[in-house]
T-cell receptor, first 112, second 111 residues
């Protein structure tokens, strides 16, 4: 059974710092991995999608990497801003099943 | 604008009173899915649909029904809601194996 773990559960950093969020999964048979952002009481916003054949994706200050063999992904946020404060979730799409398995998320707070 | 629209956004109901949460997407996506989000349990898949008239159970389908008569719509039906179905519900859609787009969520309270 695929399990997705995100560490840490919560993170608080000063504005301007670069930071890394971690995601690990137990089964490497995945189609893709997706990072989402969720603001309190809101829906999920897709940030980056990495297909299983890719190693990384970049969008603005965000960079996501994927190491399928070790079951790990990282989301790198450069020059963090207070507006980046949110919960970040990673999810993997399991091969052979149209099922997205989510991690529990990392609640990020950027302090001005 | 590409979007997934859910209604209602907020609903308070009583045990046993049938309700439907609608979901509509305007991106011509084949795949649609319903999730519930609960504190400490994260997001769990209820049902999904690969295309019109094709639906399948997710991890927590008990107490829910779905239908996919049209490509754009994927309603979630609670025939006899119970308090343990109080939750935040999300509908999502994508092309197969593609980026998943979520609705804004529907907060349901069952008394």
């Amino acid at each position: 059974k695929q399990e997705v773990t995100q560490i840490p559960a919560a993170l608080s950093v000063p504005e301007g710092e670069n930071l890394v969020l971690n995601c690990s999964f137990t089964d490497s048979a995945i189609y893709n991995l997706q990072w989402f952002r969720q603001d309190p009481g809101k829906g999920l916003t897709s940030l980056l999608l990495i297909q299983s054949s890719q190693r990384e994706q970049t969008s603005g200050r965000l960079n996501a990497s994927l190491d399928k063999s070790s079951g790990r992904s990282t989301l790198y946020i450069a020059a963090s801003q207070p507006g980046d404060s949110a919960t970040y979730l990673c999810a993997v799409l399991i091969q052979g099943a149209q099922k997205l398995v989510f991690g529990q998320g990392t609640r990020l707070t950027i302090n001005p | 604008e590409a979007q997934v629209t859910q209604n209602p956004r907020y609903l308070i109901t009583v045990t046993g009173k049938k309700l439907t949460v609608t979901c509509s997407q305007n991106m011509n996506h084949e795949y649609m899915s319903w999730y519930r989000q609960d504190p400490g349990l994260g997001l769990r898949q209820i049902y999904y649909s690969m295309n019109v008239e094709v639906t399948d159970k997710g991890d927590v389908p008990e107490g829910y029904k779905v239908s996919r008569k049209e490509k754009r719509n994927f309603p979630l039906i609670l025939e006899s809601p119970s308090p343990n179905q109080t939750s935040l519900y999300f509908c999502a859609s994508s092309l197969h194996t593609g980026e998943l787009f979520f609705g804004e969520g529907s907060r349901l309270t069952v008394l």
